[in-house]
Nanobody, 123 residues
Framework: VQLQASGGGLVQAGGSLRLSCAAS????????MGWFRQAPGKDREFVAA????????NYADSVKGRFTITRDNAKKTVPLQMNSLKPEDTAVYYC?????????????????WGQGTLVTVSS
């Protein structure tokens, strides 16, 4: 599975952005998909994940109620809708694919990673 993240940019606090992860590979529909982020000087952290069918999602407490992860297995894409953005959401965002039994927050359960896309939220 190869992953390509896009959609990052500069937005004011309170605004919205929609990231997308485009995947290639025949096994895409069998993978859990996750979004992680890494802010300057900080460790990578979990943002959101979705299971292979789209029926189960998992969110970090910091984004719950503001971010929404979905997937389109026919198009092999995983959008991340981000609303009510805050300056602390500023980070490089990465998408990842894994074969865990559930949409886990553990980065070590993801086997494939895309390049990041930068999100900057100004105050």
């Amino acid at each position: 599975v190869q992953l390509q993240a896009s959609g990052g940019g500069l937005v004011q606090a309170g605004g919205s952005l929609r990231l997308s992860c485009a995947a290639s590979g025949r096994t895409f529909s069998m993978n859990n998909m996750g979004w992680f982020r890494q802010a300057p000087g900080k460790d990578r952290e979990f943002v959101a994940a979705i299971n292979w069918s789209g029926s189960t999602t998992n969110y970090a407490d910091s984004v719950k109620g503001r971010f929404t992860i979905t997937r389109d297995n026919a198009k092999k894409t995983v959008p991340l809708q981000m609303n009510s953005l805050k300056p602390e959401d500023t980070a490089v965002y990465y998408c990842a694919a894994g074969r865990a039994n559930s949409p886990t927050a553990r980065a070590d359960q993801y086997d494939y990673w895309g390049q990041g896309t930068l999100v900057t939220v100004s105050s």
